[in-house]
């Protein structure tokens, strides 16, 4: 995940982390609206200074991915419906799991169909499991299932973070919770790598 942003997005992945590390299943409402107000007046010139953007749609991800992890769901998918292709569709997805609107959710997912980041977060989740000390029963099963399958399933995980909405200090919560984070990272890596 290793990926040079330009001075702009590395700054507001900055901000992010530092205080926004681990983003609610289902958020409240933004966790900075300074920030919300920052990128809805960012183009994506501005996002981009000093990089050639190859792929508007690519650099809507990016822009869209940056209001999401900052729980900013109604901006985010203000970009995202815009978005037609495979990823824009992932990020709209996101947005729908985290309103929380699981069925629609399911529905932009089926549009992503397999999408390149499958494979890395499946394996990144198995990591998760097995990193953590004396797992509940819960996740301990979430691990097994995750090991006997081959391919990431992304439905299986919108239902793992809707059977998780009403526990919130379960250690499957912190799990999904760590899973949606190196999600969101992960989507944005390609994002820009396909932006530039």
């Known amino acids: 995940m290793n990926v040079a942003y330009t001075s702009t997005i590395a700054e507001i992945i900055e901000k992010l982390e530092g205080g926004n ?5 289902v958020p409240k409402n933004a966790w900075s609206n300074e920030l919300t107000d920052e990128l809805i007046a960012l183009s994506l010139e501005d996002l981009f200074h000093g990089q050639s953007l190859k792929d508007d749609l690519f650099g809507g991800a990016i ?6 992890w900052n729980d900013a769901l109604d901006d985010s998918h203000d970009v995202s419906q815009e978005l037609g292709n495979n990823t824009g569709s992932y990020w709209h997805g996101i947005m729908h799991r985290r309103e929380p609107d ?3 959710a399911k529905y932009w997912f089926g549009r992503v169909g397999t999408h390149p980041i499958f494979p890395e977060l ?3 989740a198995i990591a998760l499991v097995k990193e953590t000390t004396n797992p509940s ?5 979430i691990g097994q299932s995750l090991e006997a399958q081959e391919n990431w ?7 793992w973070c809707q059977a998780a909405e009403n526990d919130l200090s379960s250690d499957v919560t912190r799990f999904l919770q760590q899973v949606q984070a ?3 990272k992960m989507l944005l ?3 820009y790598r396909n932006a530039i």
Do not use: C, M, T, W
């Open 21 to 25: 590390p681990l983003p609610p299943l």
């Open 102 to 104: 699981y069925s629609n």
């Open 182 to 184: 190196a999600e969101i």
């Open 137 to 141: 029963e819960a996740l301990s099963q």
């Open 153 to 159: 399933d992304v439905y299986q995980f919108i239902d």
């Open 122 to 124: 499946r394996e990144h």
């Open 189 to 191: 890596a390609y994002s």
């Open 63 to 68: 822009k869209s991915g940056l209001l999401l």
